[in-house]
């Protein structure tokens, strides 16, 4: 299993940034997918960015392109997520997620992850 422990988030004004971060422990392989979800509460699971830790392919959500970058540092197991020009639209539990990177590439489909951090509340005011 892998366990996935997110931080970072925070009550900003809108136009602020923030760097969320995930440190990722437990049975860790080279070769996986890491990605960046959102949620608010009433609606579906949002994917907002994915990396493959060996190919460093990525895919970002149209709301993300832009202003948001995923990154991967493996040798400290962490996966970060820095959100520049940020909207009260942003606003929502950001969830990292871990999961097979068989393919090479990663989709932005949670149904590809199988593991699942508790998450870290972004808020936006405008």
């Known amino acids: 299993a892998v366990h996935l422990v997110e931080s970072g988030g925070d009550s900003v004004q809108a136009g602020a940034a923030l760097k969320l971060s995930c440190v990722a422990s437990g049975n860790i392989w080279p070769g996986a997918c890491w990605g960046w979800f959102r949620q608010v509460p009433g609606k579906e699971r949002e994917g907002v960015a994915v990396?493959?830790?060996?190919?460093?392919?990525?895919s970002y959500a149209d709301s993300a392109k832009a202003r948001f970058t995923i990154s991967a540092d493996m040798a400290k197991n962490t996966i970060y997520l820095e959100m520049l020009s940020l909207t009260p639209e942003d606003t929502a539990m950001y969830i990292c997620a871990s999961g097979s990177g068989s393919s090479g590439y990663c989709r932005l489909d949670s149904l590809d992850f199988g593991y699942w951090g508790q998450g870290t509340q972004v808020t936006v005011s405008s």
């Open positions: 990396i493959h830790d060996d190919t460093a392919r990525i």
